[in-house]
C-alpha cells in the first residue's frame, strides 16, 4: 500500500530503524537509509531493500540539511536515530549531552521542517518518531536521554496540531528495552554506574521495570510504524504508543 512513497528512516543501518526499514520496503515503499556502519553491510542492505543510503551526521544541523537535500522529497519521515549516555548528573560529559539532545532531539526538528512543505503540497504525510518508554518516565544516569525523549514526545504531539488538517499524522512510538545494539552496549556503563554484574544488569535493571520480563523485538516496533502509514490511521495523531511489555503501565 505504500507503492509510490518514499520513506526515510534515519538510524536505519541497526536496530529498530533496520525493521522499520525492512517493513515499509515489504509495503512497497521507497526507501532512504541513514546511519553508519560497515561500508560492505551498508552496501548489502541497499542492495536487499533497492535503496539509496545517506551517511550523513545527524548531530549537526549541516548534516540534516545534507540528508534531506539528498534524500529529496519523502511522504513517509522515520525520526528514528538515537543514542545513550549512562552517568550520573554529576559526571556527565557537557559534549555528551549536547550530541544527545541534538541527535534525538534537534534532529527530528530539522528533518520535519525540511519535509514538511512537501507533505503539505500534496496533502499527505505521516512522520513517526521513535521515542521510548523514557519519553514517559525517567531512569536514573540517562539525564540526556530523557530530557530529550520527553522532547521529542512534546515536539510530536505539536507537529500534529500543525499539520492536523493537511492530511499529514505525527505520531510517537515508545518502546521499553528492545534487543538492539544500543541497549547491549549500555550494559557495561550501567555495569559500573550501579556496580553490578552483566546479569545483574539484564534482569534487576533492564528487565525489571519491562512485567513481561522479555525484550521488545524490532520488528513488533515496526508493524506499528507500518500501521500508522495506513490510510485507516489517518485520525491517529498526537499519540505516543506504549510498546514496553507494561513499564509505563506501572
Ligand atoms: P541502534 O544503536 O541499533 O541504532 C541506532 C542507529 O542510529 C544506527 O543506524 C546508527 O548508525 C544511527 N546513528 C547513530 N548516531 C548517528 C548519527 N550521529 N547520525 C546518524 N545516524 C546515527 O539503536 P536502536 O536500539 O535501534 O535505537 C533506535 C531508536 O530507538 C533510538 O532513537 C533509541 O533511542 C530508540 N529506543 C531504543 C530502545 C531500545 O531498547 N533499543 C528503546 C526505546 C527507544
Same mark, same amino acid.
Given at each position: ?8 528512516v534515519t538510524g536505519s543501518t541497526s536496530g529498530i530503524g533496520l525493521a522499520i526499514a525492512r517493513a515499509l ?10 546511519g553508519?556502519? #560497515?561500508?560492505? /553491510? ?22 540534516? *540539511? ?6 529529496? #522529497?519523502?511522504?513517509?519521515?522515520v525520526n528514528n536515530a538515537g543514542m545513550q ?7 556527565? #560529559?557537557? @559534549? ?23 507533505? &503539505? ?7 513517526i518518531c521513535t521515542a521510548s ?8 544516569? &540517562? ?21 492536523? @488538517? ?6 510517537a512510538i515508545s518502546p521499553g528495552y528492545v534487543w538492539t545494539p544500543l541497549v /547491549? ?25 519491562? #512485567?513481561?520480563?522479555?525484550f521488545v523485538q524490532p520488528e513488533e516496533v515496526a508493524a506499528l510504524a ?5 490510510? *485507516? ?10 510498546i ?5 503501565? &506501572?
Open positions: 500500500f505504500l507503492s509510490g512513497k518514499r520513506a526515510l520496503h515489504a509495503e512497497g515503499a521507497e526507501v532512504v537509509l541513514n553508519f556502519g #560497515p561500508e560492505a /553491510e551498508i552496501a548489502a542492505l541497499c542492495v536487499e531493500l533497492g535503496a539509496q543510503h545517506v551517511g550523513a551526521d545527524l548531530t549537526t544541523t549541516v548534516g540534516v *540539511e545534507e540528508l534531506m537535500a539528498k534524500a529529496g #522529497p519523502v511522504d513517509v519521515l549516555h549512562v552517568s550520573p548528573v554529576e559526571d556527565f #560529559p557537557p @559534549e555528551k549531552w549536547d550530541m544527545i539532545i541534538a541527535l534525538n532531539l534537534s534532529a527530528a526538528f530539522h528533518t520535519a521542517r525540511l519535509a514538511v512543505p512537501h507533505m &503539505k503540497a500534496q496533502g499527505w504525510g505521516r512522520i518508554a523514557h519519553s514517559k518516565a525517567a531512569s536514573p544516569f &540517562k539525564s540526556a536521554y530523557v530530557a530529550a525523549k520527553h522532547g521529542i514526545a512534546g515536539l510530536t504531539k505539536t507537529l500534529a496540531l500543525e499539520l492536523a @488538517e493537511h492530511g499529514i499524522t505525527a505520531n /547491549e552496549n549500555q550494559i557495561p556503563d550501567t555495569m559500573a554506574a550501579r556496580n553490578m554484574t552483566r546479569e545483574q544488569v539484564m534482569n534487576d535493571v533492564l528487565l525489571a521495570g519491562q #512485567p513481561t520480563k522479555k507500518v500501521f500508522l502509514c495506513r490510510n *485507516e490511521a489517518q485520525n491517529i495523531t498526537g499519540a505516543n504508543y506504549s514496553d511489555g507494561g513499564w509505563t503501565a &506501572k
